[in-house]
């Protein structure tokens, strides 16, 4: 059967990848090629993130997971193992999906930061996303397919379509409960961090503190400035973001910036993964992407199947 797959950032390309290597005949379209996708921005690591409650999102998560787990153990793909710690300026119990983790521990007072009066440690898939995207696309031209650059004004009638263009559904379908959730991080020359840290922000706040390594950089973040569409970077943004991290890990302060990111995530109050007729949306993961991707793609193929 021929599929067309609309959307190339981590959603797109993952949903892609399972369902030509299950034997489908897969196009994808993009109007942005993967490098220049909100995916390219994010973090990532894996975790439940910027999400409203959905029964759903478990599966889609632990299967995501058991996927990331056997990626880590190949350094091409970007994705590795990596622990770290959360924490939180008032008394707070880990989300339920940290609490999961097999090493999963809540951290001694002597462990905490100054400031900061709760916190727990877990290890956890962290992905270098412009790495792991170039890994998805090898991986689905392997399969025989490649990535078609054009933007997509309408739904097409044919063939079997699946709709994975993020915060551009709210145009395309359209779906107004779709919003973008813009985030902006900054890269830097990694000065010898080798942990993530992160703090809990689970009440809904535009401003987030995060420090990501990945190897010889590390990513410093971030903002959820929900219903903001620009994509040029602040400075005065960058600024409040290496300031808040340095906060946190002095080390920070003066590591030479090497990037700034931008990228719109796509909020939704749930995720909309169903069939309706000859489409299949896969949208609205809002800053979870990356962590629901294999389930939804598992999912995508359960509905095309049938």
Known sequence: MDVLV??????????????????????????????RTTSAAAGA???????GPDTRLAGWAWRTHAVLQDLAKDPDTGVRLVSGTEVSRTPAAAPDWSQA???????????????????WRFTTPVVDMPAYLAYLTRRLAA????????????LPTEPLVVNCTGVGARGLVP???????????????????????????????????YVIPHGGHVLLGGT???????????????????ARCAAMLPALRDAPV????????????TVRLERDGHVIHN?????????????????VLALATH
């Open 45 to 51: 690591t894996w975790g439940l993130h910027l999400i």
């Open 283 to 299: 949208y609205g993961h809002a800053g979870s992407g990356v962590s629901l991707s294999w389930g939804c793609a598992d999912e």
């Open 258 to 269: 090497l990037e700034h990111r931008v990228g719109l995530r796509p909020g939704r109050p």
């Open 101 to 119: 983790l097999a090493d999963f521990r809540v951290c001694r007072p002597d462990e905490l930061l100054d400031g900061f009066t709760s916190g």
């Open 175 to 209: 779906d107004p409960d779709v919003d973008a959730v813009r985030g902006q991080v900054v890269v830097v020359q990694n000065p010898g961090i080798d942990e993530f840290l992160a703090e809990d922000t689970r009440e809904e706040t535009t401003e987030l503190t």
């Open 6 to 35: 609309i959307g190339a950032g981590v959603s797109g390309l993952t949903t892609a990848v399972r369902l030509a290597e299950a034997g489908f005949r897969v196009r994808v379209r993009a109007d942005q090629p993967p490098s």
């Open 224 to 242: 959820a400035e929900r219903g903001r569409y620009d994509l040029d970077p602040d400075p005065a943004t960058a600024t409040a973001i290496v």
């Open 143 to 154: 399969a025989g397919t490649a990535i078609e650059p054009g933007a997509v004004g309408e």
